[in-house]
C-alpha cells in the first residue's frame, strides 16, 4: 500500500535554529498538508498546499515557517528559528482528490519528532 | 474557541464490547467528518468518513452515526477486539479537505 514517508523520525535541534523537515508524499496526489501534534494533545493543522502554493494556513504557521516543493517528489516543511514551544510530531499528510471526488480523506506520514532544547 | 469537541478522553471495554466515542462540532459549514485511528508512534489512519447527507455509514464493523440538527457524530466500534486498543480522533472540516479540526482523541482499550 502507498506511503507518505517522513525523515527523520526525530530531530534535536537548539533553541533559534533552522531545521527542515522532510515528506514523500504518495506520487498520484495533488494536495500536501502539515499537520502537528504536541504531546497529548490533539491534531493541528499548519497548513495545506496545492499547485505550488498555500492554499490555507493557520495562526500557528507564522513568518517562521515555510514550505516548498522544490521537486516532483519532495515536500518540505522549515522552521527558521525554532522555540522552545515547537517541539511536536509533525505529520505530512496528501491526499489524492478532494470533495465530491470520492472518499479520499487524507494519507498521513509516521511523523517527525522534533524537540527543542 | 473549540472547533470540535471530543468525549470521553480514555475508554476501556471488555472484548466483544461496543465502545462509543462522541464529538460535537461548531461550525454549520462543515461537510466532511474522518474518524482517525492512531496507534503509538504512528501517524492518524483514516477509517471511516461521512458527508451530513446521511444519518448513518457503516465499514465493518465501524459505524459512524450523524445527527446534523445537533451538530453531533459518533463512532461505534461493533465486536471490538484487544487490536482496536488505539487513540481515536474525530474530525471536522470543509469538503474542499482544505484544513480539518480534530478533536482531542479518545484512548480506547480493549481488554481480552
Known amino acids: 500500500e502507498p506511503e507518505v514517508t517522513q525523515t527523520p523520525s526525530h530531530q534535536v535541534t537548539q533553541m533559534g535554529q533552522e531545521v527542515i523537515l522532510r515528506c514523500v508524499p504518495i506520487s498520484n496526489h495533488l494536495y500536501f498538508y502539515w499537520y502537528r501534534q504536541i504531546l497529548g494533545q490533539k491534531v493541528e493543522f499548519l497548513v495545506s498546499f496545492y499547485n505550488n502554493e498555500i492554499s490555507e494556513k493557520s495562526e500557528i504557521f507564522d513568518d517562521q515557517f515555510s514550505v516548498e516543493r522544490p521537486d516532483g517528489s519532495n515536500f518540505t516543511l522549515k522552521i527558521r528559528s525554532t522555540k522552545l514551544e515547537d517541539s511536536a510530531m509533525y505529520f505530512c499528510?496528501?491526499?489524492?482528490?478532494?470533495?465530491?471526488?470520492?472518499?479520499?480523506?487524507?494519507?498521513f506520514g509516521s511523523g517527525t519528532r522534533l524537540t527543542v532544547v | 474557541q473549540q472547533q470540535v469537541k471530543q468525549s470521553p478522553q480514555s475508554l476501556i471495554v471488555q472484548k466483544g464490547g461496543i465502545p462509543i466515542i462522541n464529538c460535537a462540532y461548531e461550525?454549520?459549514?462543515?461537510?466532511?467528518f474522518p474518524w482517525y485511528q492512531q496507534f503509538p508512534g504512528k501517524g492518524p489512519a483514516l477509517l471511516i468518513a461521512?458527508?451530513?447527507?446521511?444519518s448513518e455509514k457503516k465499514e465493518g464493523r465501524f459505524t459512524i452515526s450523524f445527527n446534523k440538527s445537533a451538530k453531533q457524530f459518533s463512532l461505534h466500534i461493533m465486536d471490538s477486539q484487544p487490536g482496536d486498543s488505539a487513540t481515536y480522533f474525530c474530525a471536522a472540516g470543509p469538503d474542499n479537505f482544505n484544513k480539518f479540526y480534530f478533536g482531542s482523541g479518545t484512548k480506547l482499550n480493549v481488554k481480552p
Open positions: 499528510a496528501s491526499s489524492e482528490a478532494i470533495g465530491d471526488l470520492g472518499d479520499y480523506g487524507y494519507t
Open positions: 461521512i458527508r451530513p447527507d446521511v
Open positions: 461550525n454549520t459549514a462543515f461537510d466532511y
